[in-house]
């Protein structure tokens, strides 16, 4: 994984995150969902977000398992390189 | 029937966005003063932006309809004294808003996706901003109403539904206020192709109730949005008191799907369950607000209606449109009157139809021509008037409000 396509993921999220309404200063990689009010609303938005600009497929199953922001990016990294 | 006394319902707070600005005052002394708000043949909100009143978050959280109900009801709970603290137990406070379609605007935007982009780019939000409900969800999330909490469909009764719904909710005790209204924001491409191919929008783009050259409705956008207490609750707390909500009526006409009846039975019959409903006659009502759409059917019928209600005083009572300055509302337009109704009890004032000029053969009420009018009534009396709203589907819908 290179870190351009990473620093594109981050990219990715963030600015879905802050169009979803979290505040930019809030949003970091050890930030839960619920301490910027992103809820399973919003996962499903980012999910087709980061399918579109990354081809990458976030099932409902893998959201149980992200709970931050950084999880979130290293997940579709992760399934980025697979 | 003898009906058993039922508790009174008062008016505590109000709030409006309409295509007059935002605010509930804004509305009712625009109109009053003759000014009018079409642009190219509709009547937009064009002042309204929805993060100048709420959050990213909660602006796309929301359609337009539900964004002009939550601005509407922040104004209302402000003026009803309750944007610190809720008054009562949250559960013995509901919601009914009403609404005509819901987010149209949402649904044709999330169409045009699965058409262009396929079923999963459609948005997650769409179920949540489109269903009819969404407003009053909204509201109860808003403010943590907990109480009986839901939405009224009827088209364009349905903010007079609403309004008589939430004031019977609260007479048979099952919450002892309840915010209610009603929101529309159908201005989209779908719904005007749609009005216009059934021939009820006005190709001139002129809204003129009453007047014989009028030729359909303009259509207009807002919500409008009243706080409605138990009357002993509201004196409890000491509540700056604006209106009593004295009855309600509603029929159907079981007629036509879209025209109302030419006699105007179902709408007479709604006027005069309303003043029943108030223990009040015709010689007590001071102005109706009418639901005058500016469509030859509907002010036609209505004049009839009108005066098979309220007899000889038919001619006696000024009778005006709000839709001759904001066109048609649709679903909120019934709330949207109801605000500007009490308002204008409170000032004995009744606003005028705007743009009427040429009465139709046997249609020759008093449809105070283009100038607000006074009252005409008696110093120690409190000003009362009935508030009409009609439907497609044969939905009529009558409330009698009394000023404070």
Sequence with gaps: ?82 | MQRRKLPDVVVTGIGAVTPLGVGARTLYERWTAGTSAFRDGEAPCDDFEATDHLSTKEARRADRFTQFGIVASDEALREAGWAEELPYDPFRIGCVLGTGIGGIGTLEGNHDTLRDSGARNVSPLAIPLMMSNAGSAALSLRHGLKGPVYSVVSACAAGGHAIGTAMRAIQCGDAQAVITGGSEAALTPLSRASFASMSALSPTGVSRPFDNRRDGFVMGEGAAVLVLEDGDSARARGANILATLRGYGATGDANHITAPEADGSGGARAMMLAMADAGLTPADIDYVNAHGTSTQLNDRSETAALKTALGEYAHKIPVSSTKSAIGHLLGASGAVEAVATILALRDRVAPPTLGYDEPEDGMDLDYVPNKAQPLQTASDKRAVALSNSFGFGGHNVTLCLETA
């Design chain 1, 1 to 82: 994984m290179s870190a351009t396509t990473d620093s594109a993921i981050e990219t990715t999220v963030t600015e879905a995150l802050k169009t979803f309404g979290a505040k930019e200063d809030q949003i970091t990689r050890d930030a839960t969902w619920d301490s910027i009010d992103i809820d399973s609303l919003d996962l499903a938005e980012l999910a087709q977000i980061v399918e579109d600009e990354h081809g990458v497929k976030i099932e409902g199953d893998d959201m149980k398992n992200i709970k931050t922001v950084g999880d979130a990016i290293d997940f579709i990294a992760e399934k980025k390189a697979a």
